[in-house]
């Protein structure tokens, strides 16, 4: 199929591109590169060797969205692109809620005017707020406490009125759990701007010597160690979870967890770091961080019901590719310890 990739440049856009193109896909990739830059592409290109068609656009331009659905022949669309860091979401949220949900309605709007039946939009286990685990796609969602879930909670919404209000229209809303990890190559993977919000770019900074420890926030949670839980996903995992839900695309609005189902506290991923990599992982425990709940897995069993997908690496795969990407991405290495 011809796939168009909106924020395909970015961390899971560019790990899905090439599980697209390895699956035999066309991409047709739209970003602005406001959180990702041009040479990841060209890294795409050389794990695939495919070739790739990509424009520098906004998703929120409707005159540019318009043009490229006029171009080409679009049979699906997968929509990641969105601004995702849940504290800048509080500080500034009008440009969140401006990228996200305006991104959402010029894409739905393109796909009605086109007769493109097929969309797959990138959610986030943020939308169940502080519920009970294991998160099931039928549990009500509750407040998310910033900005930026709000969006997903309403992008949903939009995505799930239209498609019930056109029978032919098929959603799949799919909501991650906690990406990690790069492609095996080292090629491709998380390189986020300024000082890493969430843990295992952390980590791997720590490792690597740019940060000078580790703060784990709370040990005081009710989990099995006192720190937060969380389900960590391979990024190639989800990647494969959106060739498959592609695959497996039928009308109506269809929501999954892709996760892996197993919880991992933070002290259990310090230490799977420190194994899988042979290398020391300074930390300190601090205050628990505002905002942040104590567990949070998925039950992943819709998807492989109704997919046929599951996350097959382990978190010692997580941490061993996460550390790969991370000694070979040279915009990682200057140090800033001593601002921590
Ligand atoms: P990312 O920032 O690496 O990728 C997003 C890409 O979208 C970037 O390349 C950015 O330049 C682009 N972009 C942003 N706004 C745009 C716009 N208006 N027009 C065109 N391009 C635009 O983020 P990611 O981690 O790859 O996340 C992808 C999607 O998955 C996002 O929607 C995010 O909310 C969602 N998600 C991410 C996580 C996570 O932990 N990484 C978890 C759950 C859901
Ligand atoms: C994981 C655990 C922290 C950093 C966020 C978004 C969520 C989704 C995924 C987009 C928690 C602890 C972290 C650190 C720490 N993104 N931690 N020290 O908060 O589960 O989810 O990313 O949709 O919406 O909220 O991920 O990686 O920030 O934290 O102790 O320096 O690590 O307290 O228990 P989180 P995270």
Known sequence: MNILVTGGAGYIGSHTCVALLEAGHTVIIVD?????NSETLDKVKQITNREIIFYQIDVTNEKAVDNIFAIHDIEGVIHFAGLKAVGESVEKPLPYYYNNIVSTL?????????????????????????????FVETLNLLPTTNPYGETKVMSERILTDIAMANPSFSVSILRYFNPVGAHESGLIGEAPNGIPNNLMPYVSQVAKGKLRKLRVFGNDYPTVDGT???????????????????????????????????????IELVKAFEEANDIKVPYEIVDRRPGDIASCYADASKAKRELGWIAKRDVISMCRDSWRFEKNNKDSGTSLWLSR
């Open 228 to 266: 937060g839980v969380r389900d960590y996903i391979h990024v190639m995992d989800l990647a494969e979870g959106h060739v498959a839900a592609l695959d497996k695309i039928t009308a109506g609005v269809h929501i999954y967890n892709l996760g892996t189902g197993q919880g991992t506290s933070v």
């Open 106 to 134: 010029v894409l739905a709007n393109a796909c009605q005017k086109y007769n493109v039946s097929n969309l797959v939009f990138s959610s986030s286990a943020t939308v169940y707020g502080d519920n009970t685990v294991p």
């Open 32 to 36: 602005n590169l406001s959180n990702s």
